[in-house]
């Protein structure tokens, strides 16, 4: 017997098939987007050190006004931000003064009138905050309570007493200045006179009557060195003093210079408690805010 095959259909649908065209092979997958690893915590809270600390040590830094030797301009409770970059850069424009530059850096030199932070000698760990009267090869002497500048005196005009409610921050400093305003709140008034420099520039000072400090020996200033004194004349321990550490300053050298005053971000009476925040707004002398220099 011999086995027989069927024939297969002809134009069956398995034979008319035809095979895939290469040429319009669907595109490859997009590659694969890579994901964003995000920073921990810490590392974070790294960058945000470093970020303030390049700031903070570079651009602007804050500062507080503790005393009231710079008054009129400045008053005890004052928060104002510095400029780094006018007189260069050294280890005290750094965080705690690292010692990390060996000496000054893009140094700039200071106006007669700027009012400058400064580290004073000899501790140099304490900011200080004056104005800036005599420059190298200056001669500065106080005759009567007259500055006078390269023997010739500084132009010192009467204006109205200078008038500071009393706060937490400010008492008179002698009986003598007490006074009550209308409102029957005590404040201090005291005695306010405008100086010129021969550049022109102008500011107020307090004088609160005869001190010693008032006639000093003609001192010149040596290279590399500023003379600062306080806008608060009969009440700052400023270049007319000997450097001693809690007292004087003496001739300032220009590498302890931190920065220069630029404006007054904040000021308070001292009066907030920071259990009360309703004293916190209280305490505000918005006023102040914004005040250049």
């Not at 987007?33 to 303030?52: G, Q, T």
């Not at 102008?202 to 060195?225: E, F, I, K, M, S």
Request: hydrophobic share 40%; proline share 11%.
């Amino acid at each position: 017997m011999t086995a027989t095959m069927t024939d297969m259909p002809e134009n069956t649908p398995e034979s008319t098939a035809t095979a895939p065209d290469t040429a319009q092979a669907a595109p490859p997958a997009p590659a694969k987007k890579k994901e964003r690893k995000e920073d921990s915590f810490p590392v974070f809270v790294i960058k945000l050190v470093l970020i303030v600390a390049f700031f903070r040590s570079f651009v602007f830094s804050p500062f507080n006004i503790p005393s009231e030797s710079m008054l009129p301009r400045l008053e005890n409770g004052d928060y104002l931000l510095a400029a780094k970059w006018p007189f260069g850069y050294s280890s005290y424009s750094l965080p705690f003064s690292l010692p990390l530059l060996p000496k000054r850096i893009l140094a700039g030199q200071p106006a007669r009138g700027d009012v400058v932070i400064f580290k004073a000698p000899p501790g140099n760990d304490v900011d200080y905050i004056k104005r800036v009267i005599g420059l190298p090869g200056d001669t500065v002497q106080m005759i009567g309570g007259q500055l006078h500048l390269n023997g010739v005196a500084v132009p010192k005009a009467k204006v109205p007493d200078f008038v500071i409610p009393v706060s937490a921050n400010t008492s008179c400093i002698a009986p003598e200045f007490e006074a009550v305003e209308k409102d029957g709140s005590p404040s201090c008034h005291y005695p306010q006179f405008r100086e010129t420099l021969p550049e022109g520039k102008q500011y107020n000072v307090l004088d609160l009557g005869y001190r010693p400090q008032d006639d000093t020996p003609p001192v010149v200033v040596p290279a590399g060195h500023v003379f600062l004194m306080g806008d608060n004349r009969d009440n700052s321990m400023d270049s007319r003093f000997p450097a001693v550490e809690g007292g004087g300053i003496g001739l300032v050298p220009q590498d302890n210079l931190v920065g220069r005053a630029t404006i007054v971000m904040w000021s308070t009476d001292g009066s907030a408690n920071w259990f009360l925040p309703w004293t916190w707004f209280t305490a505000l002398r918005a006023d102040r805010i914004g005040g250049t220099f």
